[in-house]
């Protein structure tokens, strides 16, 4: 496992639980935290060095143009080395995407650097725990805009996506539902007519192609529907549609996954949480699932992706 880190930083952070970065072999907890030191590029453990300098003066829990800088140039190192072969599968902890923009990095958030830089143009948003998958048609934008965002062609193209995912998972045939936009998928019209015009010409499509979606179905029990077992898997029209169910489930078990990337990408589902910045109380469970579920991807074993 290879991990990506400024050594004097890290070292701050093992500092607030007592460890040391250049902790004994012998002793099994702290060996596992062992990150590069400041000369180095690779270490024979496998933690890479990135070839940038922070100084230790910036305070936990605050925003910083460096911080956003620094945390862009670990997922681009990360991204050259899948590319490359030379890693089987990404695992991002969070971001701050005000910290980004502060730094002038052009983007809004990981899955749009992972996308770019990979030169992927067919991807989505999957925020998964044991109990429910979820796809997004639209991520980080306004709900306004979202709105102009979903397109027939795009619900199409997530509905394939999320397919093609799931068989490589283990799924021969997923079942696949379709939340609808509005309160009650429209109710046939009374309540708009998105769900008719735009999402059911998707759905049809790919039905016609052979895969098992259904739907619209109206948001406010399709995702209790799908954790009873009735779907493997639900593609939401917006951020918050399909993310506050999975969250509610428990934050610290989700997981992100990047579909439609060339390698394995997942990541924590929870923001920096700098409010509890430097004070040693954060959970890593997310984080764990996240390392889990990257493992199993990549090695080609039947996984709840």
């Not at 003066?57 to 956003?68: E, F, I, Q, V």
């Not at 701050?96 to 983007?107: D, H, I, T």
């Amino acid at each position: 496992m290879r991990r990506f880190g400024l050594g004097a930083v890290l070292a701050l952070a093992l500092a607030v639980f007592g460890l040391s970065p250049s902790a004994s072999a012998a002793d099994p907890a702290p060996a596992e935290l062992t990150f590069a030191t400041d000369s180095a590029t690779t270490t024979p453990g496998g933690s890479v060095k990135l070839s940038m300098t922070i100084k230790n003066n910036m305070p936990w829990g605050t925003l910083d143009a460096r911080a956003g800088a620094a945390s862009f140039d670990y997922v681009r190192r990360g991204i050259e080395l899948a590319m490359a072969h030379e890693v089987r599968a990404l695992v991002t902890a969070p971001i701050n995407k005000e910290a980004l923009r502060m730094s002038g990095v052009p983007y809004p958030g990981h899955t749009e650097i992972l996308a770019d830089l990979s030169g992927t143009a067919d991807y989505a948003m999957m925020m998964a725990t044991d109990e429910l998958r979820i796809v997004l048609v639209t991520v980080h934008q306004s709900l306004r805009t979202a709105l102009d965002a979903i397109t027939t062609p795009r619900v199409l193209d997530i509905i394939r996506l999320t397919h093609r995912t799931l068989q490589r998972s283990g799924l021969a045939a997923p079942r696949i539902a379709v939340a609808g936009l509005n309160p009650h998928a429209g109710e046939n019209g009374l309540f708009g007519r998105e769900d008719l015009d735009i999402i059911t010409p998707a759905i049809q499509s790919a039905q016609s192609e052979g895969i098992q979606a259904s739907g619209p179905w109206p948001a406010d029990t399709v995702f209790m529907r799908a954790r009873a077992g009735a779907f493997d898997a639900v593609v939401a029209q917006y951020h918050d549609q399909g993310l506050i169910p999975v969250k509610y489930l428990g934050i610290e078990h989700g997981v992100n996954i990047t579909i439609g990337l060339p390698f394995v990408r997942t990541s924590v589902d929870h923001g920096t949480a700098f409010d509890i910045a430097g004070l040693g109380t954060a959970d890593h469970t997310s984080l764990l699932a996240a390392l889990t579920h990257a493992d199993r991807l990549s090695s080609g074993a039947p996984d709840r992706p």
